[in-house]
């Protein structure tokens, strides 16, 4: 047992369009990178495919959405590949039974993102695709229908791929006005439908990726990373302010990839290397969108990597209009930071370091640290005084199911228990925690090795890696242990 959370307090999980609809090819949806990128492991890479100048077939390791293609190449579906994210778990058209059993469990808050692709399927096109608006439309009134409120995510990783290849994707400034003109049709479309809206999901990661590349990662690299993120950034302002022009009741967030990271030793050098990694890794995307300036130490990281960042008056100007109302984050782990060597690594969630000799570990290499939620909450809310938001939180496993169909995962309810008293901890010590959206309330297709025996749900879906199965859903044992914390507002835990 513990504390009660405030009244009002939202419970619900979360999915992303890309990884749970499917329907990729269907009612006139055009195509992102996820459906040009196969499925892997934790051991295999996922690969983006394509057909280079000559025709040729063609693939290359991708990290989601980070994919570069060779110079004359276009992205492509080949016939002998697996593609996991074109059927996924069929959200599209099983969202009725999926948001019913949401009901059953009491939520009062569901994350999910609208794909791009499905309203504009080339991202320039001068009218929307109705088939598109009306999906959408339809889902967010079956949520209302049951009381529950929609968290929307308006990009989760998936930038139509005609846009991609026609524009060069974010480093080139014109794709602000294409998602802007996005977002302001979303906005007047379900104005009276939806309050919460996300502009841009895990947006730090395009840094991230960087120290995953390590050495490897040039110059020229940070500078498209950077003007990728200033472009970004700018949309997600204009967004906010045309948003809130639209309706005053929006409320609208950030979305973080929340890691904490702790120095390795109490060497000075590895204390201020963390504090590097905090400014790089998540102050420089949150202080934009929440204080609308870059922060004293953006120039620092431009020199670094000899960054020339094109940035305009009118860009100042809409940053410091646009800013966020709440910080909104996902929370899987923590990451240890040293400038020493080490001998063993950890891995998780775009993030590399050493391993914790305090922590257990996940079978695909995550640190399991819920005081490291407590302490993110607690550091973060000081910063900025902003309600926040945990929006997604989850442990990856194997799941088993027994002879008679039922699936024990006392090993997922222990995890949620310690996350869910580390965020009680938090409110404790006067942090405005407003929500909890768990990743991911149902079983869907992992962003990072496109596999689903990597399974998060508290509901099962009769899936397997090579995408056979009947696609039924099943209530896991977490689903009935998930109804009781709801009912009870975070009280009973057991």
């Known amino acids: ?32 990178q996820t459906d040009v990128t196969t499925g892997g492991s934790v051991d295999k890479p996922r690969y983006a ?18 994919a570069k293609l060779p110079e004359g190449a276009t992205f492509a579906i080949l016939e002998d590949e697996y593609y996991p994210n074109h059927e996924a778990v069929d959200f599209y058209h099983r969202y009725k039974e999926d948001i019913k059993l949401f009901a059953e469990m009491g939520y009062s808050v569901f994350r999910l993102s609208i794909s791009w692709a499905r309203i504009f399927p080339n991202g320039d096109d001068k009218e929307p695709n109705q088939a598109g608006l009306d999906f959408y439309r339809s889902v967010f009134e079956e949520c209302r229908k049951y009381g529950i409120e929609p968290l929307v995510s ?30 302001e049709t979303i906005f007047k479309e379900y104005k009276d439908l939806v309050k919460y809206w996300l502009t841009f999901n895990e947006i730090n990661n395009t840094v991230m990726f960087l120290d995953m590349f390590g050495d490897k990662a040039t110059d020229q690299d940070y500078q498209e990373a950077y003007q990728h993120l200033h472009h970004q950034f700018v949309a997600s302002a204009r967004a906010v302010k045309i948003g809130h022009d639209i309706n005053p009741d929006f409320q609208f967030g950030n979305m973080i990839c929340g890691i904490t990271f702790y120095p390795g030793t109490c060497d000075p050098k590895d204390i201020l290397e963390n504090q590097h990694k905090w400014e790089q890794n998540i102050f420089y995307c949150s202080d934009v969108q929440a204080k609308g300036r870059y922060g004293s130490y953006a120039k620092r990281l431009w020199k670094e990597h000899r960054v020339e960042l094109e940035i305009t ?42 391993k914790n000799p305090y ?23 000081d910063r900025y005084e902003l309600p926040m938001m945990v929006v997604e939180n989850g442990l990856g496993a194997f799941d088993t199911v027994e002879e008679d169909g039922s699936i024990h995962d006392s090993y997922r309810i222990d995890y949620h228990r310690a996350h869910i008293q580390a965020m009680a901890e938090a409110i404790e010590n006067g942090v405005d925690l407003i929500a909890y959206t768990t990743w991911g309330c149902i079983d869907l297709v992992s962003a990072g090795t496109g596999e689903m025996r990597k399974r998060y749900g508290f509901i099962y879906v009769d899936k397997d890696d090579a995408g056979n199965g009947t696609f039924e859903r099943t209530p896991k044992d977490s689903f009935y242990w998930y109804k009781q914390v709801i009912a009870s507002n975070g009280e009973i835990l057991e």
């Open 1 to 32: 047992m513990t504390k009660r959370f405030p009244e009002g307090f939202l419970w619900g999980g979360a999915i992303a369009a890309n990884q749970a609809e499917g329907a990729y090819n269907v009612d006139g949806r055009g195509l992102v």
């Open 313 to 354: 008056e009118q860009d100042k100007q809409d940053l410091l209009a646009g800013t966020i109302d709440m910080y909104t984050f996902s929370y899987y782990m923590s990451s240890v930071v040293t400038t020493h060597q080490f001998d063993d690594t950890a891995s998780g969630n775009f993030s590399i370091g050493a």
């Open 154 to 183: 308006i990009w989760h990783f998936d930038t139509p791929l005609a846009l991609e290849e026609a524009y060069g994707g974010w480093t080139n400034r014109k794709l602000i006005d294409f998602y802007v003109t996005y977002a």
């Open 359 to 381: 922590l257990t570990y996940s079978d695909w290499g995550w640190a399991h640290d819920p005081m490291g939620l407590q302490y993110y909450l607690e550091k973060i809310y």
């Open 49 to 66: 495919t394509f057909v280079d100048k000559d025709g040729n077939p063609g693939k290359l390791p991708s990290m989601g959405h980070t």
